[in-house]
């Protein structure tokens, strides 16, 4: 002790078995009052079980600091405190995707990623960059939109505010261009701003977290409506409580699986499976991606393009996603068409396409062509009669060099003769159909019904579903023949062919026939990541609606979903998949409702949604590489038992 300190001791103290002392320094308070409140101390500490002394332990202390149910109240707590202040022309939600050319422009110091990456979850964004603010504007001309992100840390003792420099591009940016103006930081930083009058959209998003970041960009695009009030007043311009609301639109949003009634902790066991397909080389790499009542709340992607390890799979990547081109693609334009009444369950293949109307197919119906119950083969290996005595591509049908004739890329240096569809189609006509009538799964119908759509509408398929869907729905990564639009490197390859193109295919489609279509068919050819394959699948589990637009009634979309020959043992749906019955074998994990739906891929691939449990699953990957004829991904069940995870993780 000090020499001024004074020595209190308490005997009889609960919390104590002998005399407590406590050294304090000289004071006017009299010992005997210091000794009294010292015991009162001490008791109240034993009341509250401080004698039952508990060392903390560390090993796990990040974990629970840091559970996901901190996440999950961050998600609630943004989602209802981000403050839309100004929305001229109701510019907020971004609502036109197809026409609406989009930049954005960073402020401030801190981190933009998780709000960059969001927003280009929705649609496309470029980033735009200059140190001129004359030259920036002359690059922002070719943009109907800019979002202009301010983005400062959110430690206590950072600046805030927007420097001169900042002030002054807001304002020449705003002057010239259309502006969203997003503030990543406290409210007050708004008060250095002389003028709002050019600025069409300001949201106040508060802080620059991850999460605050990701849910400002749902409000942008409308997955969340705006519900904030400003705590503080801005000068005169804004005051205190004012906020604005704004439209929800049926997009898919983000959260954490606790925020939509799964646990995190089930679903962290997906990466079991996924890490043990690819220690197996049951596939190099896979995408995964789970979204629950219009939240995606897992996605992820492991491993690499190919067992090389060289490239790493991330979530931009795009997959050949095989026969999920039939659900992707064909399938959404044929329900058009069914919605428009032009066609109906009754009507004959000879009516769609007259073609086939003096063939023995011609009174197939459309209910038994899209049901696999129309007695077509499975199958023909097509590519084999276009192949010389060496089994290489015979020059009669193709050519190593583009011209009029040999238009249609099948891969690197291979063009097929344009006409060679029609031989395709007669083939068709001509096969031998089943002499029983019974389910059986053909390529046939789809090949069929791009033939229909395009007969029709007057558009080529690939056109038809970019204006029809992709554009508007926001499907930017999704496309026929990537690499008129793509870099190859982030598209996995699919195979190493040596039986009909002898190369290495990445960025052609792996299906043979589709190949022979130039890269177009309707039941394969369509590359897509994830993301984008779950937004078409929110669209059907939403009944035809998506981004505030309707693209055909809830009625077709039931009409399409139902299994009509059940009974005869046929589980299709009108183009859709559904689920095996309770204990037979199918593709499902068997916990999935009957009035589920999905497709699965030969390249090794699953999308499937759930109405019941509102669950939307999309598996990718490319097992086909570099050999496709052993399947163990399929044998194994590694998709089947991923979706059986999913249902376990569900608690509400």
Not at 210 to 217: C, E, F, K, N, W
Request: charged content about 25%; hydrophobic content about 35%; proline content about 3%.
């Amino acid at each position: 002790m000090a020499g001024n300190d004074i020595l209190l001791c308490a005997e009889n103290v609960p919390i104590a078995k002998e005399k407590i002392c406590i050294a304090y320094q000289d004071s006017i308070i009299s010992e005997e009052r210091l000794a009294y409140s010292v015991k009162k101390i001490f008791k109240y500490k034993y009341k509250v079980g401080l004698n039952d002394y508990k060392p903390i332990v560390t090993s796990n202390i990040y974990k629970d600091l840091n559970g996901p149910e901190n996440d999950a109240l961050q998600y609630e707590l943004y989602e209802n405190a981000i403050t839309v202040l100004k929305n001229k022309d109701q510019i907020l939600p971004i609502k036109n995707l197809e026409n609406n050319k989009i930049a954005y422009v960073k402020l401030g110091d801190d981190v933009n990623s998780s709000f960059v990456s969001t927003l280009k979850k929705y649609t496309e964004i470029t980033e735009v960059f200059d140190e001129n603010i004359d030259s920036l504007n002359v690059k922002l001309k070719e943009f109907n939109t800019v979002i202009v992100g301010f983005h400062k840390s959110d430690k206590a003792w950072k600046k805030y505010d927007f420097t001169e420099t900042e002030l002054l591009w807001l304002q020449e940016i705003a002057k010239n261009n259309v502006v969203i103006l997003d503030v990543f930081t406290k409210p007050y930083s708004l008060l250095t701003i002389p003028t709002f009058d050019e600025i069409e959209g300001l949201v106040v998003t508060y802080q620059n977290s991850d999460i605050a970041q990701t849910v400002s960009a749902e409000l942008l695009f409308g997955a969340i409506d705006a519900k904030g009030k400003l705590p503080v007043s801005i000068n005169s311009n804004f005051a205190e409580n004012d906020g604005l609301t704004t439209e929800k639109l049926d997009r898919l949003g983000f959260a954490t699986p606790e925020n939509v009634g799964m646990k995190s902790e089930t679903l962290s066991k997906i990466d079991n499976f996924a890490n043990y397909a690819i220690a197996n080389k049951m596939t190099p790499g896979i995408q995964v991606l789970v979204s629950r009542k219009g939240k995606v709340i897992y996605q992820k992607s492991y491993g690499y393009h190919t067992y090389e390890n060289k490239v790493k799979v991330v979530n931009s990547d795009i997959y050949d996603i095989a026969s999920l081109t039939k659900i992707v693609a064909t399938l959404p334009n044929v329900m058009q068409q069914y919605n428009q009444q032009k066609i109906s369950m009754e009507t004959t293949l000879g009516t769609m396409l007259p073609i086939f109307d003096s063939s023995d197919k011609k009174n197939i119906n459309f209910k038994e062509l899209l049901s696999h119950y129309a007695r077509f083969q499975a199958w023909m290996p097509f590519y084999q009669e276009t192949l010389d005595d060496f089994k290489k591509p015979s020059s009669k049908y193709y050519s190593k060099v583009f011209n009029e004739q040999f238009s249609k890329k099948v891969a690197d240096s291979l063009f097929i003769r344009n006409d060679y569809h029609d031989t395709i189609m007669k083939k068709i006509i001509e096969s031998k159909l089943l002499p029983k009538k019974e389910y059986k799964y053909s390529d046939f119908t789809f090949i069929i019904l791009r033939d229909y759509l395009e007969r029709v509408t007057g558009k080529k398929l690939d056109v038809l579903v970019q204006e029809n869907f992709y554009s508007s729905i926001g499907m930017n990564n999704t496309t026929y023949n990537p690499l008129n639009k793509f870099n190859k490197y982030i598209i996995p390859p699919t195979e190493m062919d040596t039986y009909f193109r002898y190369q290495v295919l990445q960025g052609y489609v792996h299906d043979m026939e589709a190949a022979m279509e130039g890269g177009v068919a309707g039941h394969a050819g369509i590359f897509s990541n994830a993301m984008d394959v779950a937004k078409m699948m929110q669209m059907y589990l939403q009944k035809g609606s998506y981004g505030g637009r309707r693209y055909f009634s809830e009625k077709t979309f039931t009409d399409f979903n139902t299994c009509y020959f059940c009974a005869e043992g046929n589980r299709r749906g009108i183009g859709f998949d559904k689920p095996q019955q309770p204990g037979t074998a199918g593709p499902t994990c068997g916990c999935a409702s009957l009035t589920s739906f999905g497709h699965t891929g030969f390249t090794g691939t699953m999308t499937w949604a759930d109405p019941e449990t509102e669950i939307v699953y999309v598996f990718l990957s490319n097992r086909t590489f570099p050999e496709a004829t052993v399947n163990k991904l399929s044998k194994e069940n590694i998709r089947e038992d991923i979706q059986k995870v999913i249902y376990e993780a569900i608690v509400r």
